[in-house]
T-cell receptor, first 112, second 110 residues
Framework: DTAVSQTPKYLVTQMGNDKSIKCEQN?????MYWYKQDSKKFLKIMFS???????INETVPNRFSPKSPDKAHLNLHINSLELGDSAVYFC???????????FGAGTRLSVL | KNEVEQSPQNLTAQEGEFITINCSYS?????LHWLQQHPGGGIVSLFM???GKKKHGRLIATINIQEKHSSLHITASHPRDSAVYIC????????????FGTGTLLAVQP
């Protein structure tokens, strides 16, 4: 069983569309994260939830909205997609805010 | 200037060589992480350390808190070690968010 699973793996869409990426972890962790990896492979935190509470909300356009229905899931919804949103998005989880993080396989988003 | 700097950015080695990747940071941290990203894109956490040294197989990670420096060593390198190695630090505090270095692309040639 995959510990942290993201769907879809690839997402190709047109500018202006709305899309969602789902993330689920079966590790029993209480903290989940969304990261963005740009074309230069640089990773940056976007959001983090601890026990369904938003604890990190970096300078991200409000077109991006995370939702955590329970501790095992953290979904990312993106409205009005723009070309600059093209990137690889990684979900991760940890036990507590100080535990080692386990990453999903990533979702490659291409906005045309 | 990034809060986390890695060197070198690119490294090519011959199979069997001893490899060192360096990481320097300029902020107070609660822990330092070494991550590995394979060409397929997946990210794996290799080490999390806040002092001293950790070893796992052929990989060794060290950290010097006073000098704000960490090194990742690979002994007896193998082509399957070819990947991007990323250093990251957690700042501590209420959020404990990860701040990443720009990564080191390692290619080990047979």
């Amino acid at each position: 069983d995959t510990a942290v699973s993201q769907t879809p793996k690839y997402l190709v869409t047109q500018m202006g569309n709305d899309k969602s990426i789902k993330c689920e972890q079966n590790l029993g962790h209480d903290t989940m994260y969304w990261y963005k990896q740009d074309s230069k492979k640089f990773l940056k935190i976007m959001f983090s939830y601890n026990n369904k509470e938003l604890i990190i909300n970096e300078t991200v356009p409000n077109r991006f909205s995370p939702k955590s229905p329970d501790k095992a899931h953290l979904n990312l919804h993106i409205n009005s997609l723009e070309l600059g949103d093209s990137a690889v998005y990684f979900c991760a989880s940890s036990q507590g805010r100080t535990g080692s993080q386990y990453f999903g396989a990533g979702t490659r988003l291409s906005v045309l | 200037k990034n809060e986390v700097e890695q060197s070198p950015q690119n490294l090519t080695a011959q199979e069997g060589e001893f490899i060192t990747i360096n990481c320097s940071y300029s902020v107070g941290i609660s822990a330092l992480h070494w991550l590995q990203q394979h060409p397929g894109g997946g990210i794996v956490s290799l080490f999390m350390l806040s002092s001293g040294k950790k070893k796992h197989g052929r990989l060794i990670a060290t950290i010097n808190i006073q000098e704000k420096h960490s090194s990742l060593h690979i002994t007896a390198s193998h082509p399957r070690d070819s990947a991007v190695y990323i250093c990251a630090v957690t700042r501590g505090g209420a959020t404990n968010k990860l701040i990443f270095g720009t990564g080191t692309l390692l290619a080990v040639q047979p």
